[in-house]
Nanobody, 118 residues
């Protein structure tokens, strides 16, 4: 079992930055692939960024070049640095974990709201 908790959301003006953090507890954090998702009102939940066990990262086209995902195995945490924020980045952001190789994410945080004003 893995328990996840996000923090760092808030209200920011367009062009600004926020850093989201996800704290993990339970089984060895380094054994999981970690992802950040987001869900805007009335829309489906979308994958934003993934951090693999080897440290490789994937980003959706909508955030590539603006967001950076990073992990700290010693602290059991994964962060999402978000720069050059746009109003369309407004959403609830979720941290998730899955056993590497599985298609589905097994564990989810409660989500943190990010609102970008124009």
């Amino acid at each position: 079992q893995v328990q996840l908790g996000e923090s760092g959301g808030g209200l920011v003006q367009a062009g600004g930055s926020l850093r989201l953090s996800c704290a993990a507890s339970g089984r060895a954090f380094s054994a999981y692939t970690m992802g950040w998702f987001r869900q805007a009102p009335g829309k489906e939940r979308d994958l934003v960024a993934v951090l693999g066990r080897s440290g490789g990262a994937y980003y959706s086209d909508s955030v590539k070049g603006r967001f950076t995902i990073s992990g700290d195995n010693a602290k059991n945490s994964v962060d999402l640095q978000m720069n050059s924020l746009k109003p369309e980045d407004t959403a609830v952001y979720y941290c998730a974990a899955k056993v590497t190789g599985r298609a589905q994410y097994d564990y989810w945080g409660q989500g943190t709201q990010v609102t970008v004003s124009s």
